[in-house]
Antibody, heavy 115, light 112 residues
Framework: EVRLVQSGAEVRKPGDSLKISCETS????????IGWVRQMPGKGLEWMGIIYPADSDTRYSPSFQGRVTISVDKSISTAYLQWGSLRASDTAMYFCSKHDTMKDWGQGTLVTVSS | DIVMTQTPLFLPVTLGQPASISCRSS???????????LNWFHQRPGQSPRRLIY???KRDSGVPDRFSGSGSGSYFTLKISRVEAEDVGVYYCMQGTQWPGTFGQGTKVEIK
């Protein structure tokens, strides 16, 4: 059974850094693109970026290029999404998803950025 | 980016009656490999999205056969033949033909 389990909710201040995780199991992590989707409060879904764990080839949506960094740790089958300097507008639910089929999703990580 | 436009954005439905959601893309979704990567997702409040339909009309395992997808090129439709209470939530079309994949704005389905 494919599982994607995300790290818990986070509350941060503007300017803080943050790294959230998506731990996977049940499939060969290395061989499938995995990505992150943002859902701002009461809004729709947006692909942020995807990464191919075998070689860390990463593609970002233009809207998120330079704002976030997507990475993986193959040894523990985990993908990450990180920010160097958070803004209030980064407040959202973030989902990871196995990109090839988009059948498998994490449960979401709520990030709240507030002073 | 390819823009996906859904109509309507709000759809009140009567239990047992049919429902239909349209999705239009700003350019053809036919990939160079000949496939059309148009998906439909359902999201209930507080839950992750669930894929219902892929490649325009292929139903995912476990998805009731009252859901069907159709269309081609730039125009697509999701139909529910007889709405049930569990079908409430927001439905999104999403194109995977060109990176970045893009979603429609979402259609909120509620029971009248």
């Amino acid at each position: 059974e494919v599982r994607l389990v995300q790290s818990g909710a986070e509350v941060r201040k503007p300017g803080d850094s943050l790294k959230i995780s998506c731990e996977t199991s049940g499939y060969n992590f290395t061989n499938y693109w995995i990505g992150w989707v943002r859902q701002m409060p009461g809004k729709g879904l947006e692909w942020m970026g995807i990464i191919y764990p075998a070689d860390s080839d990463t593609r970002y949506s233009p809207s998120f290029q330079g704002r976030v960094t997507i990475s993986v740790d193959k040894s523990i089958s985990t993908a990450y999404l990180q920010w160097g300097s958070l803004r209030a507008s980064d407040t959202a639910m973030y989902f990871c998803s196995k990109h090839d089929t988009m059948k498998d999703w994490g449960q979401g990580t709520l990030v709240t950025v507030s002073s | 980016d390819i823009v996906m436009t859904q109509t309507p954005l709000f759809l009140p439905v009567t239990l047992g009656q049919p429902a239909s959601i349209s999705c239009r893309s700003s350019q053809s979704l036919v990939h160079s490999d000949g496939n059309t990567y148009l998906n439909w997702f359902h999201q209930r409040p507080g839950q992750s999205p669930r894929r219902l339909i892929y490649k325009v009309s292929k139903r995912d395992s476990g998805v009731p056969d009252r859901f069907s997808g159709s269309g081609s090129g730039s125009y697509f439709t999701l139909k529910i033949s007889r709405v049930e209470a569990e079908d409430v939530g927001v439905y999104y079309c999403m194109q995977g033909t060109q990176w970045p994949g893009t979603f429609g704005q979402g259609t909120k389905v509620e029971i009248k």
